[in-house]
């Protein structure tokens, strides 16, 4: 088992930045690779970001590209989201997941085994 904390969403303006964590217990030798998904209302999840935990290769949704870094410090077992040039349409319930199998399918929930409770990010105008 792994269990997943994120924190750090909070309101902003848009234009401005922010930065997510997720901090992993348990099982963590077991991670495979690490996402941060997002939600809005009515809408389907989606990756914004993936990255493989041990190599370090990052994999990001087109929609974010050049705006979001999503890094990781292994020694803390902690996964972070950079957010820059934040947008209204960025509004969303972000969570950070765990795959514990190999593959090359990052951007799919349904592939990711573990997830946490989720952080609200919420972006004026």
């Known amino acids: 088992q792994v269990q997943l904390v994120e924190s750090g969403g909070r309101l902003v303006q848009a234009g401005g930045s922010l930065r997510l964590s997720c901090k992993a217990s348990?099982?963590?030798?077991?991670?495979?690779?690490t996402g941060w998904f997002r939600q809005a209302p009515g809408k389907e999840r989606e990756c914004v970001g993936a990255i493989n935990w041990s190599a370090g290769d990052v994999f990001y949704a087109d929609s974010v590209k050049g705006r979001f870094t999503v890094f990781r410090d292994t020694a803390k077992n902690t996964l972070y989201l950079q957010m820059n040039s934040l947008k209204p349409d960025d509004t969303a319930v972000y969570y950070c997941a765990v795959r514990v199998s190999a593959g090359d399918n990052w951007y799919s929930p349904a592939a990711y085994d573990y997830w946490g409770q989720g952080t609200q990010v919420t972006v004026s105008t």
């Open positions: 348990g099982r963590t030798s077991s991670n495979y690779a």
